[in-house]
């Protein structure tokens, strides 16, 4: 009777171990999901923006989104953001771009990610000059019933 007990009790706690890993691992699954998602919507904003899609902002950021570029003088909201994108966009247009993912943490409906970039852009004057930039951004996005969107982000050219 002694080792039956003793055979139950072992196979009741490997199996009690064996479903909490279960368990355990359930979150950081969902976890690498969302920074996979997070990373995505990163990706296609500068995709789309070297596409030339001026609708991109009106997709991927908040009402309330408010970004602080190192090319400005103050945090700006969602429309100012879109003014200043359709200047650039009639005096230059990037031609390429490469992403350098450093880190996204997602807490709930939140996640915030580091990166650095290098990117070019081609002069729309008659010299058609191309200039290479490199830099970093940290942006900030939310969960919304229609996927990740930028609430902010800090950051620019290095140069």
């Known amino acids: 009777m002694k080792k039956s007990n003793a055979f139950n ?11 909490g ?3 355990a691992q ?3 699954a969902n976890q690498v999901d969302d920074q ?18 001026n609708k991109w902002l009106d997709r991927a950021l908040t009402d309330d989104f408010s970004g602080w570029s190192k090319e400005s003088p103050a945090p700006r909201g969602k429309a100012s953001t ?16 490469e992403l350098y993912p450093l880190s996204i943490v997602v ?10 970039f290098t990117s070019a852009s081609k002069s729309k004057s008659k010299d058609g000059k ?9 942006d900030i996005l939310v969960r919304t019933e229609n996927g990740w969107k930028f ?5 620019g050219s290095d140069d």
């Open 21 to 23: 890993s279960v368990f």
């Open 107 to 116: 807490h709930d409906d939140v996640a915030i990610a580091h990166y650095m």
């Open 36 to 53: 996979a998602d997070v990373w995505a919507q990163i990706e296609a904003q500068w995709n789309a923006e070297e596409k030339g899609d």
């Open 9 to 19: 009790l072992i196979i009741t706690s490997v199996l009690l171990l064996a479903a």
């Open 26 to 28: 359930a979150t950081p």
């Open 82 to 97: 879109k003014m200043w994108d359709r200047f650039n966009d009639e005096v230059s247009q990037m031609v390429a771009h």
């Open 151 to 155: 609430i902010a982000w800090s950051g």
């Open 130 to 138: 191309i200039e290479t930039s490199n830099g970093r951004y940290t």
